[in-house]
């Protein structure tokens, strides 16, 4: 019996978009959000310009030389993110976010989750980063800890 070693790539598809939001947790009273949250937890919100970056990680089809088809993969992403944030105000218009604080880290998870579900093959999304600014990177790479 002969095995066939396939070499592993990742690819990595960048896109841009625009929303609104205010952090403030349901669990947290006023003051609490006040005191947690600080200029974000500003009633009237403010906004942002993410850069996420989706890294898909597999073997190269030795047919058609990819890991998954980018043509395939910018509707994916169109799809999980785009249409459900780009111009959005997060708190208000997405489902997700009445009872989860928007923070970069429930975004990154939030969008690991609708990838997820519209990758024909899910178990190839490795990361999802996202730039929120400059300076605040989030990774999530589908870790879990715990059981509660
Ligand atoms: N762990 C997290 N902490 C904070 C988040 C977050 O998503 N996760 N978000 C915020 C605010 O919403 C906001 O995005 C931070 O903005 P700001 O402090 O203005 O951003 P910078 O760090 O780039 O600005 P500097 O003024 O240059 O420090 C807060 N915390
Ligand atoms: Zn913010």
Redesign the pocket.
């Given at each position: 019996m002969s095995s066939k070693a396939y070499p592993i790539a990742y690819l990595t598809r960048i896109e841009k978009f625009s929303a609104c939001?205010r952090?403030h947790s349901p669990h947290l009273n006023d003051a609490e959000n006040a005191a947690t949250?600080?200029?974000?937890n500003n009633f009237h919100g403010?906004g942002?310009n993410y850069t996420v970056e989706v890294t898909l990680k597999g073997p190269i089809n030795p047919v058609n030389g990819m890991v998954m088809n980018i043509t395939d993969l910018k509707v994916a992403i169109n799809t999980a993110i785009m249409s459900t944030m780009d111009h959005k105000n997060l708190d208000k218009d997405v489902p997700y976010f009445k009872d989860h604080v928007s923070?970069?880290?429930n975004?990154a998870f939030y969008i690991w989750q609708n990838l997820q579900n519209v990758l024909e093959n899910p178990s190839l999304l490795y990361e999802v980063k996202i730039y929120?600014?400059?300076?605040?990177v989030?990774t999530f790479r589908g870790e879990v800890t715990g059981t509660d």
């Open positions: 939001h952090l949250y600080g200029k974000c403010h942002h923070t970069t880290e975004v929120e600014t400059d300076k605040n989030i």
